[in-house]
């Protein structure tokens, strides 16, 4: 019996590849493809912004879709006849307290999760991971409890506390998760070389912490600046008030004064958007960081 043998498949030999560019996905897709959606959402974005701009430069009374003669009546407004350089100023000082309360607190709590072993230490870190789920509008009546059996009410220290309690979960486990990714060797080596811990810790691994912290910070500051319920609970004294609650009291049950309103608005989103210019790419590195365990 004979079998036919298939002849063998001949080799096809391919062409050398072109020397030039690797091609990647982004070059295959249509650039409309992806310029177009993005124009779309930039534009829905943007609109907001330019009709508060609008609103707080166009004069009292105008209809015109262009701020045009522009008119700085509003921000002279809101900043002397309503009080805004005090509430400004308030802000300011609640902020910068809350960051560096929260910052040093969870820098401390982080190390001890991160270098340490305790036999609770699982429970601590779900407990923390717990504290996430609860909105901050349960925690007023027992801060409020506190505060005025300490006689802190219409303080803004009972501000800056309460801020730094509901920051300081987040803090310790972002903080936590970027001391992991130090290596403990450098620590190590600083022992040997004759530092004690905290000499090693503040030479060695805090100078390489700069991206977490500032990430820590920038978020406990913005949170601080923005948060209207606690300034609203614990501050009666108008004096002594915030930025968001200033922006309350433009609005009533029969008007609302959106030119002042709109001022208001831009001075207060102006820090904030100024800091995240400086730092956005500390921030980025020290979130992504903070959030991988080593």
């Not at 309503?82 to 820098?107: E, I, P």
Request: charge should be positive.
């Amino acid at each position: 019996m004979i079998t036919e043998i298939a002849p063998a498949p001949q080799r096809v030999e391919s062409e050398p590849a072109r020397p030039g560019k690797k091609r990647r996905a982004w070059d295959e897709v249509p650039r409309r493809h992806i310029y177009l959606p993005l124009s779309l959402y930039l534009l829905f974005t943007l609109i907001p912004f330019y009709w508060i701009l609008l609103f707080a430069l166009r004069p009292a009374g105008s209809t015109s879709l262009v701020p045009w003669p522009m008119t700085t009546d509003h921000f002279e407004k809101v900043w002397n006849e309503r009080a805004f350089g005090t509430y400004f100023q308030n802000s300011v000082l609640v902020g910068v307290c809350t960051l560096v309360l929260t910052t040093v607190v969870a820098l401390a709590g982080g190390y001890a999760l991160a270098r340490f072993d305790f036999r609770v230490k699982r429970g601590f870190m779900l407990a923390l991971l717990c504290t996430q789920f609860v909105p901050g509008a349960l925690l007023l009546v027992p801060l409020f409890e506190i505060f005025a059996n300490l006689r802190m009410i219409n303080s803004l220290a009972s501000v800056v506390i309460a801020e730094t309690v509901f920051q300081l979960p987040l803090s310790i486990i972002l903080i936590s998760g970027f001391i992991r990714n130090v290596p403990y060797s450098l620590e190590e080596a600083a022992w040997v070389d004759g530092c004690n811990r905290m000499t090693a810790f503040r030479i060695v691994v805090l100078p390489m912490l700069r991206p977490g912290l500032i990430a820590v910070g920038s978020f406990a500051f913005v949170h601080a600046w923005n948060h209207f319920l606690f300034a609203l609970m614990f501050l009666s004294d108008q004096g002594k008030q915030t930025i968001p609650v200033g922006l309350n009291t433009l609005m009533s049950s029969d008007s609302v004064d959106l030119g002042a309103l709109a001022a208001g608005g831009i001075i207060a989103a102006v820090p904030v958007v100024v800091v995240f210019a400086f730092i956005q790419k500390w921030l980025i590195t020290g979130f992504s960081a903070g959030a991988v365990k080593g």
